[in-house]
C-alpha cells in the first residue's frame, strides 16, 4: 500500500531478505526490510493476525517507542506465520509490506520392523521405506544392544532388544526414534484359549479350550476348594500330582497358592486361590473383683473367646485371659483405756472407724477398726481419825492426801484417794482435895485415888 506524496516524495517499505524456519516447530526464521523516499528515517511495526478480535496486533517494533532510524532493520526469531510490517516517517508517510514465514514439513518415518527367529539367532532388521518432511539428504546414526552402531538407512542381522536412530536432515534439524526387534517367541495367541501364553508373538496352532469350572478365588483358611473341568479329556495330571478328573484341595497355611492341570495335547490350564488366613487375637487383663467384656460380667479368673468376622469375612477369633484380683476387708477389734491411736489418728470415743488402702494386687482393701473405749476411774475417801488411821495395810498418824492404784473391772486405771484427818486424843488432869467426899461427875467419892472419865474432845 502506497502512502500520499509529499513534499518529500513518496516513501516505499523494501524487503532486502527473509529466511523461512530451519526445522518443523522452530523459530529461526526473520525478516530484513529498509525503506526509501519520505523524511529518510523509519519506523517499523511487525504485526500478526489476530483472527479472535480481527485486527493486526503488533508484536514487534524498531526502532523502540516509535523513535525513528535510517538503519536496516531485521524482525528474527520468527516462528512459522503470515506477517505484516507497517513502515511510517516523522510526516505521515506509510507503506506496507506482507509476507510469510514457512518451514519443512513435520519429518514422518515409515518402517518395517521383522524380529528374530529366536533370542539365540540374530536375523532381525529394520528397514525405512520412506522418509517424508525435513530437507533432504537424511544421515542416520544407529544404536543397539551390546555396542551395536550403524550410519546406514536400513540394518539386518539384528538380534533382538531396542535400537535408537538418530535422524539428521540438510538443515541440520535432529529427531530421534525408537524401534524394538522382538525375538519370535511361539504359542497361543489366542486369549481366549485356556493355554494363552500372553508372552507368544506368533502362534503355533497349540490353542486348546479346556477350562476349569473355577475361577481364580479367595477363601478362607480351613475352606475346601474342589476343582474340575469343563470338558472331559483321556488324561488328566494335576500340580498336586493327581490324575483324577476331578481334585479336592485344602488351601490352609500359606498366602497364595497356583494350581494347574495338562490334559490332552498338553492342554494347560490353571487357577490362583488366595488364601485369608484365619486369625485370632488374645488379649491379657487383669481387674479387681469383676471384669465386663462383651456385655458379659465375669467374677473369676478365666480364659474367655468369642467369634467373629474379620474384614475378609473370615473367622476372627478373640481370646480373652481374664485374671480376677479380690478387694478384701479387715476388721480389728480393739478396746482401749480412755483413748487410742490408729494411723495417726486418736480416737477418745467407741464407735466403728475404717480406712482404705491398695493391696499387693492393686484392689481396695478396706481396713476396719472396731474401737471400744472404758474409762479410767478416780475415787476420794475423806476420813477424820483420831490419833492414826489404818488404811490398806498402812498406819498413818498425820493428816494428809493419800492415794492406791488399782485396776477397775474394765482393765483401766482405777485411782483411789484418801483425804485423812488425824485429831488428836488429849488428857486433862485436876488435882482435888476434899474433906470426907467428893462429888465428880455425879459420882460421890469418899477415899482419896486417882478417878478418870472418857469424853470426846
Known amino acids: ?97 506482507s509476507i510469510c514465514i514457512e518451514s519443512p514439513d513435520q519429518i514422518q518415518v515409515f518402517s518395517t520392523v521383522s524380529p528374530a527367529s529366536s533370542n539365540l539367532i540374530n536375523d532381525g532388521s529394520i528397514i525405512l521405506d520412506s522418509i517424508n518432511g ?94 474340575d473341568l469343563d470338558l472331559s479329556s483321556t488324561s488328566y495330571l494335576w500340580s498336586t500330582g493327581e490324575t483324577s478328573s476331578n481334585i479336592t484341595v485344602f488351601p490352609n497355611t500359606s498366602l497364595a497358592y497356583f494350581y494347574w492341570v495338562i490334559t490332552d495335547n498338553n492342554c494347560y490350564n490353571s487357577i490362583l486361590i488366595t488364601v485369608n488366613i484365619v486369625d485370632t487375637t488374645t488379649i491379657a487383663i487383669t481387674s479387681c473383683d469383676d471384669y465386663t467384656w462383651l456385655g458379659t460380667t465375669y467374677t473369676t479368673s478365666g480364659v474367655y473367646d468369642s467369634l467373629f468376622t474379620n474384614i475378609n469375612g473370615c473367622d476372627s477369633l478373640v481370646i480373652l485371659d481374664l485374671t480376677i484380683y479380690y478387694s478384701d476387708t479387715t476388721t480389728t477389734a480393739i478396746t482401749s483405756c480412755d483413748s487410742y491411736l490408729w494411723l495417726g489418728t486418736t480416737y477418745r470415743t467407741s464407735g466403728i472407724y475404717d480406712s482404705l488402702f491398695t493391696n499387693v494386687n492393686g484392689c481396695d482393701s478396706l481396713s476396719f477398726l472396731n474401737l471400744t473405749i472404758t474409762k479410767s476411774d478416780t475415787t476420794t475417801t475423806s476420813v477424820a481419825s483420831c490419833d492414826d488411821y489404818l488404811w490398806l495395810g498402812t498406819t498413818y498418824t498425820t493428816s494428809g492426801i493419800y492415794d492406791s492404784l488399782f485396776t477397775n473391772v474394765d482393765g483401766c486405771d482405777s485411782l483411789v484417794i484418801l483425804d485423812l484427818t488425824i485429831n488428836n486424843s488429849d488428857t486433862v488432869t485436876s488435882i482435888i482435895t476434899s474433906c470426907d467426899d467428893y462429888l465428880w461427875l455425879g459420882t460421890t467419892y469418899t477415899v482419896s485415888g486417882v478417878y478418870d472419865s472418857l469424853f470426846t474432845n
Not at 552402531?149 to 538443515?171: F, H, K, R, V
Request: aromatic share 12%; charged share 5%; with cysteine.
Open 1 to 97: 500500500m502506497l502512502a500520499p506524496i509529499s513534499s518529500y516524495g513518496q516513501c516505499t517499505i523494501n524487503l532486502l531478505d527473509s529466511s523461512n524456519v530451519s526445522c518443523y516447530g522452530g523459530n529461526d526464521g526473520y525478516i530484513t526490510v529498509a525503506g526509501s523516499g519520505g523524511a529518510g528515517v523509519y519506523h517499523y511495526s511487525l504485526q500478526i493476525y489476530n483472527s479472535t478480535f480481527n485486527y493486526w496486533q503488533q508484536i514487534g517494533q524498531s526502532p523502540l517507542g516509535f523513535n525513528f532510524t535510517y538503519a536496516n532493520v531485521t524482525f528474527p526469531l520468527l516462528a512459522v506465520d503470515c506477517y505484516q510490517i507497517v513502515m511510517t516517517d516523522p510526516i505521515g508517510c506509510l507503506d506496507t509490506l
Open 134 to 227: 525435513g530437507v533432504s539428504p537424511y544421515t542416520f546414526q544407529w544404536t543397539g544392544p551390546n555396542g551395536f552402531s550403524s550410519t546406514n538407512q536400513n540394518i539386518t542381522n539384528l538380534e533382538a532388544g531396542q535400537y535408537n536412530l538418530t535422524l539428521i536432515d540438510s538443515n541440520s534439524c535432529v529427531l530421534t526414534f525408537t524401534f524394538n526387534v522382538e525375538a519370535l517367541t511361539p504359542g497361543c495367541t489366542d486369549s481366549t484359549a485356556s493355554n494363552y501364553n500372553p508372552l507368544a508373538n506368533i502362534d503355533d496352532s497349540t490353542c486348546c479350550y479346556i477350562q476349569l469350572n473355577q475361577s481364580d478365588t479367595t477363601v478362607c483358611q480351613g475352606d475346601v476348594v474342589l476343582l
